[in-house]
């Protein structure tokens, strides 16, 4: 299987051999595990004070014909306040009480990581890789590629650059502006507390460049809305399928392809 090599410019400078993992048969459910496996590493534990709802005086008086009887007082049988004299007050402690505890509440013993075997993982990894070049998986995702063969394999210039707007010409010249386009112009801003956090924006994820050396790459793709770049060598789930669904269009350089074919994620 061959690919295209393209220059800054969008021409073509050659052509490469693919190497075995853009082969592997699509298998949806493998890549799905594989994301949640990724995604529970970034989940944190959390829980409550042991003690909340509990720290009143609150108890529950059964017995019949004694000081501060409940039974055949025309009142619900539930623990309530002590008050002076002898008296009863509102009804606490219990879940359903105002001011009550939490009758299941959040445990910080909760084991929150799901596991995945590594032969299962490095399968999803090259699933995903695979889906990456099939036109149908990647027009499904929603992604535009204005008809250009997939996958788009770059020249390692591509690596050096370190001005944005190279960038955004590269990804002009091989057509993927109209992809880059739909996530900026479906930027909004996030909801409530959410929007002090994670840059206060919701976008669409859009190009993936994956790189075989950093030369610059990195910080100059880094601010176009719903690009990401990546280390070929540093792959996961979460990048070659955002949100468990494969197919996301990929930039490879030719040191990436190279990388690849020297057995990774096999």
């Not at 299987?1 to 490469?16: C, H, P, R, T, Y």
């Not at 250009?148 to 707007?165: G, N």
């Not at 801003?189 to 030369?215: M, P, T």
């Amino acid at each position: 299987m061959q690919a295209k090599v393209f220059n800054l410019d969008g021409s073509e400078s050659g052509s490469i051999a693919l190497p075995s993992q853009f082969e592997e048969a699509y298998r949806p459910e493998v890549i799905r595990r594989a994301f949640w496996a990724f995604r529970s590493l970034l989940w944190q534990p959390k829980g409550v004070f042991p003690l909340a709802g509990k720290q009143n005086t609150a108890e529950y008086f059964g017995r019949r014909a004694s000081w501060r009887q409940t039974i055949n007082t025309g009142r619900s049988r539930l623990p309530r306040e002590k008050l002076s004299g002898g008296r009863l007050g509102r009804v606490l402690t219990v879940p359903h009480a105002v001011k009550g505890r939490r009758a299941h509440p959040p445990k910080p013993e909760k084991i929150l990581v799901e596991k995945i075997n590594r032969k299962e993982k490095n399968l999803a990894l090259r699933s995903a890789i695979a889906a990456t070049a099939n036109p149908e998986i990647v027009k499904t995702r929603g992604h535009i590629t204005s008809g250009k063969t997939l996958p788009i394999v770059a020249d390692d210039s591509l690596e050096s650059v370190k001005k944005t707007k190279d960038v955004e010409k590269f990804l002009i010249a091989v057509g993927l502006e109209a992809d880059v386009s739909r996530s900026e112009e479906t930027r909004s801003r996030r909801s409530g507390v959410r929007e002090l956090r994670k840059g206060g924006y919701r976008e669409r994820k859009s190009v993936l460049i994956v790189y075989g050396k950093d030369g610059g790459i990195g910080k100059a793709a880094r601010n176009i809305p719903g690009v990401d770049c990546a280390d070929v060598e540093k792959l996961n789930a979460d990048l070659l399928a955002p949100g468990g669904v494969a197919g996301r269009v990929c930039v490879w350089t030719k040191g990436a392809i190279e990388k690849l074919s020297k057995g990774l994620y096999n």
